[in-house]
């Protein structure tokens, strides 16, 4: 859990920073510091989609994940969640602020929850105690919650307890994790995950097309479990 505070507290600290510098930016500034992001985060996300072995694990992975994230509203959940917390946190804001809100709470929640470093990072954390990846998440976190905040504003900050709750989790529960999971189902789950990035890209940081992104996220369990019925078969 050690590196999971570590990763909480620079979010926080670069959030609270961003925070700070973002009434200083130009709005122009700011959009284009959001669109150095999603060009980041995309092409990020298609190194990761390029590890699969087989792209059809990946596909099926996706659209059973839309499926079932539709079917549980999980969109839905979380934007009713940073609805709540806008209403707790950010009173009087301006009359965008609570779109602007779950905008940035949503965002940096995908953004700093997805990916390889936190849950290779929180499962080495868990077992061995080995904060080394987690630690190089939390300064890559640190500043992207920097950029996002002066942008996107408060809600950022929130996405830091969503990492504490879940890489904390994922710690707390790695050594059944790390018995269940083989090296395709981490690879698999990578390449998945990718392609989230890139949806989170695509729609929230560059917005080109909107995307109920978080519907997603089963994908990252129904990649490994794939993998797993793959294998049983053969």
Not at 34 to 45: P, Q
Not at 85 to 109: C, M, P
Not at 193 to 200: E, H, N, P, Q, R
């Amino acid at each position: 859990m050690s590196g999971t505070l570590i990763n909480f507290g620079t979010i926080l600290i670069g959030g609270l920073v961003g925070l700070l510098l973002g009434s200083r930016l130009a709005e122009r500034v700011k959009k284009t510091v959001i669109s150095g992001l999603g060009l980041f985060t995309m092409v990020y996300g298609i190194s990761l989609f390029i590890t699969t072995s087989n792209s059809l694990i990946v596909l099926g992975s996706v659209l059973i994940g839309i499926l079932l994230g539709e079917w549980w509203k999980i969109e839905d959940g979380l934007e009713h969640l940073a609805t709540w917390l806008e209403s707790k946190f950010n009173k009087g804001g301006q009359s965008d602020g609570k779109e602007r809100f779950i905008k940035g709470f949503l965002t940096a929640t995908l953004v700093f929850c997805i990916g390889p470093m936190a849950i290779l990072g929180s499962i080495d954390n868990g077992l061995t105690g080995n904060i080394d990846t987690l630690v190089v998440k939390s300064i890559l976190d640190g500043f992207a919650a920097m950029a996002f905040a002066s942008s996107l504003g408060v809600g950022v900050l929130f996405s830091a307890f969503m990492v504490l709750i879940y890489q904390g989790s994922i710690s707390l529960l790695a050594s059944q994790v790390q018995s269940f999971a083989t090296p395709v189902m981490m690879t698999e789950l990578t390449a998945t995950g990718g392609v989230l990035l890139v949806a989170i890209a695509v729609s929230s940081l560059l917005e080109l097309r909107r995307i109920r992104t978080a519907s997603f996220l089963p994908a990252l369990v129904i990649a490994p479990l794939i993998v797993w019925v793959v294998s049983l078969i053969k």
